[in-house]
């Protein structure tokens, strides 16, 4: 068996081409970026059979369906997915023959479904052994069990968390555990996914490891199990809630990265006058150095793939400001990864074309860390926000400052005044500036940018306060 891992970008997840003889592969969780597989796998001379999906993804559109049209692989999934489109119902006992043994390719390798309920209540688990009837040498568990940790099992709300964590208990300890130590284990989640309960950085680890050193595979009683389950997890993203029925009554096959239509500087406008949105993923210097008024301001880094279902109502129609050919392919291939499929164009020309038609442009004042701490301590300064996640927060924060996450700006109401100069800060600058682009559409017009964020105000040593439990 040879694994070829792929990252999926800003997501922090991982797909895996299988290869299981000279020619035949499988493909386990893939995203909906499928050139990159079939890219890899005609590179090593494979096609690519199967498709294997571990559970109903919450974080990304699932390209099962897209390399099924492409390839006629078939699709195996979890009986109580409830998909409604073509593929094999999966049930906990089935052994599925991989590779052709009467040829020797593949070494006669069979795939074996295990029932590993918690992240989400339909989750599955593959191990592959040899056919002959040795124990298993691989294992892809999804989010059963990833590096150090485990996947959330509060993505489908609060009434489901405490159940699903007391299944996800008995799956590692009773299943998972029961595998032999030198088990090797191709999470789906891992390190920077909103999935996850703390784990490690790294991606693939072995049954022996998490046995010794996964604080969720040692808790001993269900109680403990979800005291450590549900501490330390961030907020994740909107768009979360649209990807499971997404998912599950299948997603729309594109046939490829779409090509997106050029519009002319006065289409845009026009676009716009009539209630369009435009998405400039730019990076945020600058945009905050000059874009059009009531545009989105994403970068591209940040990653797009998660700011956007954060902070674009999912399903808004979109026109792209994007500096050229291969970021646009980009934006492209990390909005339709999570589903922001009704893009209308992108502004042919950018964003000069748009000021030698003579329209209309707007920048982002900014305010160093100086000026605001003299006028912090006048009494006359701006409200300060900060826009960064609880942890960053109760790691220290300027005195005074309001704290609302990046994500939570969007809706409901804000405890901000309309009448005074808002300074939004995060940690590096991309958060605040996104932030200050979707207050800007509520319809607060006096923001600014604090230069440097919290790690200027810092750094030239004015005041801190620290939340409860952090060093002073």
């Known amino acids: 068996m040879n694994v070829v891992p792929f990252v999926h970008e800003g997501l922090g997840n991982s797909s895996y081409l299988v290869g299981l003889s ?3 592969a499988l493909l386990v969780d893939p995203d909906r970026s499928v050139g990159r597989y079939l890219s890899a796998a005609e590179g090593r001379g494979w096609r690519v059979v199967a498709i ?15 390399l099924a049209a ?16 073509e593929h094999r119902r999966l049930v906990e006992g089935d052994r599925i023959p991989l ?40 294992l892809f568990s999804g989010g059963a069990l990833i590096v150090g940790g485990a996947a959330r099992t509060d993505l489908l709300g609060p009434d489901l968390a405490e159940p699903l964590a007391r299944q996800l208990f008995h799956t590692i300890r009773e299943k998972l555990l029961a595998l032999p130590d030198a088990v090797d284990v191709y999470p789906t989640h891992g390190a920077g996914s909103f999935c996850v309960a703390p784990a490690s950085t790294e991606r693939t680890t072995t049954i022996g490891r998490e046995r010794q050193g996964n604080p969720l595979a040692q808790a001993r009683t269900e109680d403990e199990f979800l005291a450590r389950a549900r501490s330390g997890l961030p907020s994740y993203p909107t768009y979360y809630r649209e990807m499971r029925p997404l998912n599950q009554r299948g997603p729309r096959v594109l046939g490829g990265i779409p090509t997106l239509a050029p519009l002319a500087p006065a289409a845009v406008r026009d676009w716009m006058a ?31 793939n998660t700011w956007a279902g954060w902070l674009v109502p999912f399903g808004t129609p979109l026109v792209l400001v994007v500096e050229g050919p291969a970021e646009r392919e980009e934006a492209v291939r990390q909005l339709i990864r999570i589903g922001y499929d009704d893009l209308r164009g992108y ?8 000021a030698q038609a003579g329209l209309p442009l707007e920048g982002i004042k900014s305010i160093g860390v100086a000026e605001l701490r003299e006028h912090l301590a006048a009494g006359l300064g701006p409200v300060v926000l900060d826009v960064r996640d609880d942890a960053e927060w109760e790691a220290g924060h300027i005195p005074g400052a309001v704290h609302i996450e990046s994500g939570a700006l969007p809706a409901g109401e804000l405890p901000l005044p309309q009448d005074r100069t808002i300074a939004v800060h995060c940690q590096h600058g991309p958060r605040a ?17 604090v230069e440097g964020s919290f790690p200027a105000w810092e750094a030239a040593g004015y005041a801190v306060e620290r939340g409860p439990g952090q060093p002073q």
Do not use: C, N
């Open 52 to 66: 294997f999906e571990t559970h109903l993804h919450a974080d990304f559109v699932s390209g099962a369906r897209e």
């Open 70 to 85: 492409r390839t006629g692989a078939v699709i195996g999934a979890s009986a109580q997915a409830g998909l409604a489109f």
């Open 347 to 354: 502004l042919e020309g950018g964003l000069a074309a748009w």
């Open 274 to 304: 009539k209630g369009g949105s435009v998405l400039d993923v730019r990076p945020a210097p600058a945009f905050a150095d000059s874009h059009i008024t009531g545009a989105y301001g994403i970068a591209l880094s940040m990653p797009l």
């Open 22 to 24: 000279d020619v035949d």
């Open 433 to 449: 500036t996104a932030g200050i682009s979707v207050l800007a559409r509520r319809g607060y017009r006096d923001l600014a940018l």
């Open 99 to 138: 590779g052709d043994p009467s040829t020797g390719a593949g070494r006669g390798l069979a795939l074996g479904v295990l029932a590993t309920p918690g992240h989400t209540p339909e989750h599955i688990s593959f191990t592959v052994a040899e056919a002959g009837g040795k124990g298993p040498a691989a």
